[in-house]
């Protein structure tokens, strides 16, 4: 097979990567892709992942057998609908199902038609409305941009004056444009934050192995909020029985509540969820794989990566298997900066000689046949150990060697669940 993926960053390297490793793949192509793709021999295609009609022209001349969508702008700009009225196989939700990641007030509603548990909410196109219903519930509070904000349209305010400057900064100072000219306003949720994807196909939903984010930009969960800063899997913090519970009632009901709205959803769905004292929570859902979660969640699939797609695709039926016993984590670099306006051209190290850790890169150029940074997230360093511990030391020790100016990392991933894990041990003693 010939796949196409559609993308750029370090999720689509893991996604390309993990397809590349099956025996059915011949070429993975990815466009537009990134120079640090080529390390894992993924093929990188100089068309914008916007530009629908050359990628289906790329797709037919190149004889793709079926392509990959990975972020969520060309979802909800109708890519899969495009190529399916080309004619062409595409793995993700149309634009219609999409809506689930394009609207916040649009998920809020499903949730409540559906009884699916999330945090109370209003949705506030008015500002003065808005503050009226802030001060009325107090803080801490959460204050979301209703569209895409590259995941930084979140503010948790732990004060008035943060909440208030969150409202007037989307909704009177347009920060993050048409995006945040509606805002919804919800309860802040006490818990561990964990995230939840299933591979779905109308009704049918395969539930992967859980990861949990860490969305802040500094240690011990400091600084402004980003697309992601790292991530781990297993979360032995979250319990069995509360994954299996978000799977019957957030999961299946949304995954059927869809399908009778008319806008059936096929591909990636994921849930960002929090573990309260009454059960999981929604906090956010996303039309496609989360990133970084997909560094450390697609290495622990047993099975045959490109399979699995192909038979969603036709009809077959899955079984997923999951590694178990070991701990993935992955630690994001970024430019220094980031998220807001971050330093760039800094020649980024060679991790060839690193045998314990995998680089998946994301915001890179070439220039004098070296990589060199160019976005916010500029990589991601994952291992796996039979330890987290270990797993942590790996990435610690090869980032401490590899020292890159003008960048930053957290120090810190992984430690909630290590905290947990010793815990657990000196109990046992």
Not at 397 to 415: C, M, P, Q, S, V
Request: hydrophobic fraction near 40%; charged fraction near 25%; glycine fraction near 8%.
């Amino acid at each position: 097979m010939k796949i196409l993926i559609i993308g750029a960053g370090g999720r689509e390297h893991a996604i390309g990567k993990k397809m590349a490793d099956s025996p059915l793949v011949e070429t993975v192509y990815c466009a537009p892709g990134n120079p640090g793709m080529k390390k894992d021999g993924i093929q990188p295609v100089t068309i914008a992942e916007t530009d629908h009609d050359a990628l289906i022209s790329f797709a037919k001349e190149k004889h793709i057998s079926w392509t990959f969508v990975g972020p969520e702008v060309p979802l909800l700009n109708g890519i899969v609908d495009d190529f399916m009225a080309a004619d062409l196989k595409i793995f993700g939700p149309t634009k219609r199902a999409a809506l689930i990641e394009g609207s916040k007030s649009f998920a809020k509603q499903l949730m409540k038609e559906c009884q699916i548990p999330t945090a109370e909410s209003q949705t506030f196109n008015d500002y003065e409305l808005a503050i009226a219903y802030i001060k009325e519930k107090g803080v801490p509070i959460v204050v979301k941009a209703d569209g895409l904000a590259a995941g930084k349209g979140v503010v948790v305010a732990m004060t008035m004056e943060e909440a208030v400057q969150a409202a007037k900064d989307m909704l009177k100072s347009h920060r993050f444009g048409e995006s945040g000219s509606q805002i919804v306003v919800e309860e802040f949720l006490e818990g561990e934050e964990f995230s939840l994807l299933a591979f779905v196909r109308g009704t049918e939903v395969y539930p992967m192995v859980i990861s949990q984010d860490h969305k802040r930009a500094y240690d011990l969960d400091k600084g402004p909020n980003t697309g992601g800063m790292g991530a781990y899997s297993p979360v032995p913090q979250i319990p069995e029985e509360m994954i299996n519970e978000a799977i019957e009632t957030i999961l299946k009901p949304a995954a059927q509540g869809m399908v009778e709205q008319g806008r059936s959803f096929t591909g990636i769905l994921y849930a960002g969820l929090i573990a309260t004292v009454d059960g999981p929570k929604v906090i956010e859902f996303n039309a496609r794989f989360g990133d970084p979660e997909t560094q450390v969640v697609l290495p622990r699939l047993v099975n045959d990566f490109a399979q699995v797609i192909d038979d969603l695709l036709e009809n077959r039926s899955i079984e997923l298997e999951w590694s178990q016993g070991d701990f993935h984590v992955g630690v994001v670099v970024a430019a220094e900066g980031y998220p807001a306006t971050y330093e760039t051209e800094m020649v980024l190290p060679d991790f060839s000689d690193e045998p314990h850790v995998q680089v998946y890169y994301a915001g890179v150029a070439e220039k004098e046949g070296r990589l060199v940074g160019k976005g916010g997230r500029i990589y991601l360093v994952e291992a796996k150990a039979e330890t987290l511990e270990q797993a942590q030391k790996f990435i610690y020790e090869a980032l401490r060697r590899k020292e890159t100016t003008k960048t930053f990392y957290r120090h810190d991933i992984g430690n909630k669940a290590l905290k947990l894990v010793k815990e657990k041990s000196s109990a046992k003693r």
